[in-house]
């Protein structure tokens, strides 16, 4: 595949963007993908993540700023298992170890829900875990059919309402017992 951008080069990165939920995808050649400020295999990656954490949150890269706006914001402990501080992630982009997001929980959530627009995901289940979905309608949907076979209307109409949340959110519900 040649560059979109150029049309001359083989294309060699591909670049996936979401902006305001709208998805779009490009395929560029090494240098097209330099002039768009686009990581090459040679940077140094932590360094790149870097000014992106400072500019989603609004600041200069943390190894050039004197000064911060967030000031308040920005916690002072470190990771009690690594010894990370926040500076250090802004700097270099990367947490030290799974202990990080417990000990930087509220920044994080604040960030993420800069990138995202909220910091719970609510895009689409993984393949292997939709069936569930269907076998959890249908056990539903038998459990139904007994209710109102045996007259228990105000069940049936929980049980259709159950039905039709999970339909719309493509969740799974425990079973209930009466």
């Known amino acids: 595949m040649t560059c979109q951008?150029?049309?001359?080069?083989?294309?060699?990165?591909?670049?996936?963007q979401v902006v305001n939920g709208k998805k779009s995808e490009i395929f560029l050649c090494q240098a097209c993908a330099h002039q768009q400020g686009l990581p090459s295999a040679a940077t140094?990656?932590?360094?790149?993540?870097?000014?992106?954490?400072?500019?989603?949150?609004?600041?200069?890269?943390?190894?050039?700023?004197?000064r911060r706006s967030r000031a308040k914001q920005e916690p002072r402990e470190r990771c009690q298992?690594?010894?990370?501080?926040?500076?250090?992630?802004?700097?270099?982009?990367?947490?030290?170890?799974?202990?990080?997001?417990t000990a930087f929980e509220p920044v994080i959530k604040v960030l993420?829900?800069?990138?995202?627009?909220?910091?719970?995901?609510?895009?689409?289940?993984?393949?292997?875990?939709?069936?569930?979905?269907?076998?959890s309608v249908a056990a539903l949907r038998q459990e139904l059919e007994r209710a109102i076979g045996e007259q228990k209307f105000e069940r049936a109409a929980e049980l259709r309402d159950q039905i039709r949340a999970a339909e719309q959110a493509g969740r799974t519900f425990p079973p209930r017992t009466p």
């Open 112 to 135: 993420l829900r800069n990138i995202h627009g909220r910091n719970r995901h609510t895009g689409r289940r993984p393949q292997r875990l939709r069936p569930r979905v269907g076998k």
């Open 81 to 101: 298992k690594c010894g990370l501080t926040w500076p250090e992630f802004e700097s270099g982009g990367l947490l030290g170890c799974a202990a990080c997001y």
């Open 44 to 66: 140094n990656l932590p360094e790149f993540f870097g000014k992106v954490v400072s500019s989603i949150l609004g600041e200069a890269p943390a190894k050039s700023s004197g």
């Open 5 to 16: 951008s150029c049309h001359n080069a083989k294309a060699t990165v591909r670049l996936k």
